[in-house]
């Protein structure tokens, strides 16, 4: 997705296109870090494909900013080189906006630790916020493409409460909370910020979603529910459309 600002206006009007939409008359692309960042925000919407949210913007921006850092490897992020290829008010939005992990890149920006701890608390805040309103748009989903209502809310209880530790041993205390096994919510976990054992470590909703092989959603996911589903729509086609809510590009 592109960003365009109507030419020479003050306060312009911003578009949100498709990366091969064509250019539209009388709008400029985009392509400053601080521009993007300034003019992005004000179209963050649920109904914006591609800056849905501010955890979309915010992955957007990121990709602008390793861009122009010229990152090849993760360890670029925290190399001086390509921390140095951005200007002084490119560091402070990367800063701001967490993509960088380097405490001393921080502390450049802004000397404080205790001011960067307030910020961390706050950007968890709006992140955990666009997931959870992730999360009701996908069961709104569920809900809307399922041929029966009791068959969509049998679907929605796997999601919500009925998947356990991938490996436990009941006699393990760890894995109790009063005497019971632990369960583990699929949508609470994804507002925590996991979503897949690939990337996480743990198994989380996407690989329930994908009935991901070698986890225990293989045979037992959403992809192996016996449910029918209204029209044309299949486990592929509202899983997919799922998938898109879930990384924020609905």
Known sequence: MKLYKEDGETYPNVKVLNDDDQSPLNFTEITDI???????????????KGWSDKLLFRSKLKSMIYTKMQINIPDDVSNQVNWDRLNFDEKKIAADLFVIGRESFFLEVENDLRNWTLRAGEFRKWSQDARSRRT?????????????????????????????DTVIDIDDVS???RGKVRVKKLNKMYIEGLEDEEHDGVVAILDWL??????PYQNNGFMNLPYPFKGAHTSE??????????????
Do not use: C, W, Y
């Not at 601080?34 to 914006?48: C, F, M, N």
């Not at 569920?142 to 929605?156: P, S």
């Open 34 to 48: 601080a521009e993007a960042h300034k003019l992005g925000l004000s179209v963050v919407s649920e109904i914006t």
């Open 237 to 250: 086609t509202v899983r997919d459309e799922i998938l898109s809510v879930l990384d924020g590009t609905f």
């Open 210 to 215: 994908k009935s991901t092989p070698g986890t």
């Open 175 to 177: 894995k109790k909370v």
């Open 136 to 164: 009701e748009i996908a069961e709104s989903i569920v809900f809307m493409r399922m041929l029966n209502l009791g068959d969509a809310k049998l679907t929605l209880a796997d999601m919500n409460q009925i998947a356990k």
